[in-house]
Every structure is written in structure tokens, then in C-alpha cells.
């Protein structure tokens, strides 16, 4: 019987005859923790989703795992959301009620805010992907996204700002969602503007903004969440150009873009049982992630270079 201090007998019925099978105890611990993980996961699982939530598993299965299933977050972060944060928190104060109140906001007043922001929010896990540039380099963008956008709209800023940041749960079929709006208008009876801050290099043409789901979702939400919707235009603002985007969804175009998120709900959902389906997607964005240790795609951790 000393063998069977290293395996265990399985059996398997299949045509009503009882097989026996030996199998290894490394191969039955393997398959233990493989259920035990899956098992945690599903408990982890959170029926709320969001549109980070569904462009992750879109970009990388395995990192969505990681995040949202696994529970393991970092404070990690790159120096081009390090900046992108920072800029949008300032557009966040420009239309806070103080300053909607004032005849004119000076250029002068948006730096201090975003040196503050700045200074207040720098922590030692920020890094850069591209060694040739340094923390002086994505500072000055920054500064460049607010100049680009002071100088269209500024100095008065009298935009009919409904909120910034603006929280929404809504539902799209079985399943809850969950977004913040940048900065919502509400330029006359039924009719608002969504509009979203980009601090990317690059700008969406005329048709990746008709397809994009991120604006399709929070065009869903405003409908759910207000009362009067009769038209709403979605504008993307690509703030180091200095440009914008905008787009108006039919109801056709609408709900087609409801039934692709509908699916990619399903298809994570789906996922669920086997979580051998999460699978790493290697690609030039892995070099802003920071889950290497944790990926079974990677060996060591992210080569980058901590800002300064």
C-alpha cells in the first residue's frame, strides 16, 4: 500500500462501467488549487461593471483577472496617468460654483492648481516607460493640455455645466454599470453635452468616435438618470492637440453599440468557469502595466525607471 502515500484512486463512470483510474497527488493538488482559485475569484466577482472594467479584458484577459477577480491592485501608476489625473482634477476646480461665479479665471490661477495637485499627489511609485523623457517632459505637457484648452474657451468659461465628475449607476440588460462623466452640460430643455478630457497623443477619427463604447455608455446613463433627454451630443476634447470630436448617435447606432456591451458582459461572465480562458495578451502596453510578478507571461518585474 506504500504507493498510495503518493496517489489516490479516482473513479469515473462513463456507460455505466466504473473505471479506476490512478492518478498522481502533485496532478490532484494542482487541481485543488485550480478549483480553490476559481472558487475565490467567483467570490470576488463583482456584478457591477464599468468601462475600464470591459477595455481591460479587451486589452489583456489575464490582467482583468488580476485586478478585478484576483483583488490585487498596485499603487503603481504611470507617469502619463500620473499627469493625466493632475489635469483633469483641474478642470474639475475650473467649474467648480466659486468659479462659475466670477466674470474670468486667469491662466495664472490653473498652473497654481495643477503645481498644488501636483506636488500634493507625487508618490515614489511613479513610472516612466520611455527612458528619454523625464518628469520635467509630461509636467510641461500638462501645462500645454491646459494652455491648448484655456485658449479656446477661456478666460470666461461660461459653459452651462450641469456637474464635473459626475457619478451614474445605470443598466444595460441584466447588468449594472457604473461610470463618472468628466463634465456633463445641460445646454437647454432635453438637450446635453457629454464631454470627455484626453491628455493620449493621439486623437480618435470621426469614426473610432462612432464606435467607441465609452461615450455610447455614458449617453445610456444620462438617459436613465434624467428625466428630460431629447438630445445628446458626445464630445471628445484631445486636449495636447487642442481639438475635439463629437459625435451624435442615432437610436439604430445606439442600440447597436448596447448589444456589442451587452456581449462583452456575457462573454467575462462566461469566463467565469475556466480560469484558464484569462489568458495573457502581450502587447506594447505591457511595458504600463505593473503586474508582471503576478503575470505568467513575464519573468521578474516591469524594467521601467522610477520618475524623479
Not at 484512486?9 to 494542482?30: A, G, H, M, T, W
Not at 438630445?231 to 471628445?236: A, E, M, V, Y
Request: hydrophobic share 35%; glycine share 4%.
Amino acid at each position: 500500500m506504500g504507493i498510495f502515500k503518493w496517489q489516490r484512486i479516482c473513479f469515473y463512470r462513463s456507460y455505466n462501467v466504473r473505471r479506476l483510474y490512478i492518478v498522481p497527488e502533485d496532478i490532484l493538488k494542482n487541481l485543488m488549487l485550480r478549483k480553490i482559485k476559481q472558487i475565490f475569484s467567483k467570490s470576488n466577482f463583482s456584478n457591477t461593471f464599468s468601462y475600464s472594467q470591459l477595455n481591460t479584458f479587451k486589452t489583456c484577459p489575464q490582467q482583468y483577472k488580476i485586478i478585478y477577480l484576483d483583488g490585487i491592485r498596485k499603487e503603481h501608476e504611470s507617469i502619463e496617468a500620473f499627469m493625466g489625473k493632475r489635469v483633469h482634477e483641474v478642470l474639475e476646480w475650473l467649474y467648480n460654483n466659486e468659479n462659475q461665479e466670477k466674470p474670468y479665471v486667469t491662466f495664472d490661477s490653473l498652473c497654481q492648481t495643477y503645481d498644488n495637485q501636483w506636488r500634493a499627489h507625487w508618490h515614489k511609485n511613479i513610472y516612466i516607460a520611455y527612458p528619454r523623457n523625464n518628469t520635467d517632459y509630461y509636467y510641461s505637457i500638462g501645462k500645454h493640455c491646459l494652455s491648448n484648452y484655456y485658449g479656446r474657451y477661456g478666460p470666461t468659461f461660461d459653459q452651462m455645466v450641469e456637474g464635473t465628475e459626475v457619478k451614474l449607476e445605470f443598466s444595460i440588460g441584466d447588468h449594472t454599470f457604473r461610470g463618472i462623466i468628466d463634465r456633463l452640460d445641460h445646454i437647454g430643455p432635453g438637450k446635453w453635452i457629454v464631454h470627455d478630457y484626453k491628455t493620449s497623443k493621439r486623437q480618435k477619427t470621426q469614426q473610432q468616435a462612432m464606435n467607441d463604447i465609452q461615450l455610447a455608455l455614458y449617453q445610456i446613463a444620462v438617459e436613465q438618470n434624467y428625466g428630460q433627454v431629447n438630445d445628446i451630443s458626445l464630445t471628445w476634447h484631445f486636449l495636447r492637440m487642442g481639438s475635439e470630436v463629437t459625435v451624435i448617435h442615432t437610436r439604430e447606432k445606439l442600440e447597436k453599440l448596447r448589444a456589442k456591451l451587452n456581449n462583452m458582459v456575457e462573454k467575462i461572465i462566461t469566463c467565469l468557469d475556466d480560469d484558464q480562458i484569462f489568458i495573457p495578451k502581450e502587447s506594447l502596453l505591457c511595458n504600463w502595466c505593473y503586474l508582471w510578478e503576478e503575470c505568467t507571461a513575464k519573468v521578474g518585474s516591469n524594467p521601467v525607471i522610477r520618475a524623479d
